[in-house]
C-alpha cells in the first residue's frame, strides 16, 4: 500500500498591523511683524514774565512774537519753526488817580519741538534745557530788545523771571499683524478628503470626454 503523505500544519495566520491614527499637524497661527516705532519727539516748555508799555498791542503784534521766537532760537539754536509762543497780560499796574498805567507785565509760554529719533553723544534737548536753564533776565532782556529794534519796533521790555524749562517726550508705536496661514488644519484627513474629491473630478471629466 502507498505511505500516507505526512499531515501538513498550516503556519499560523499573523494579523496585520493596526494602523496608527492620523496625528495632526500643528495649525499654522498668525505670525505677527514686528512693532514699528514713530521717531520720538521731545516738546520742551517754559515761561518768563517781562513789563512792557501797552501790554495788550504788545501781546497782539505778530512781529514782537516773532521777535520773542526769535531770541529762543539765538538761545537753544533750534529751528524757529519748530517754536511755538503765547503772550498773556497778566495784570496792570493802577497809578495815584486809579486809572491803568499804560505799562504792565506780560507772560511769554514757550514750546520747543525737538525730533529725538537719532542718537547723539548728548541729545539736542538736553542741550537745548541747558542753555534755557542757564538764561538770565538780564541777557534774555537784552536779547529780546535786539530783535524788537531789527525788527523796527521802538518798544522795549524788560524781563523780571525766567522760569525753568520743563521736558517731556511723545512717541507713538504703531503694530501690524500679517496672516502667514489661512487658519485651516492641516490634518492628514482634511487632506485625504481633498484628494478623494479631486479624483471623483477628474473621474467625471474623463468620463464626459470619452462620452464625446
Known sequence: PPTPAPPTQASPTQAPPTPAPPTDEPTDSPTPSPSIATPSETVITGSFQMTTDSPGSFCEDPQTLSALIGSIADVTGHDAGSIDV???????????????????????DYSIT???DEPEDTPADVVMTSALQDLTAEVLTELVNTKLKEAGITRTITVTQVVAPSSGVASVTITTTEASMEGIPQDSDAHARCAASLAVLLVGMAASVFRL
Open 86 to 108: 503765547m503772550c498773556s497780560v497778566v495784570d496792570r499796574r493802577l497809578g495815584q488817580s486809579g486809572r491803568r498805567l499804560a505799562a504792565g507785565n506780560v507772560v511769554i
Open 114 to 116: 525737538v525730533q529725538t
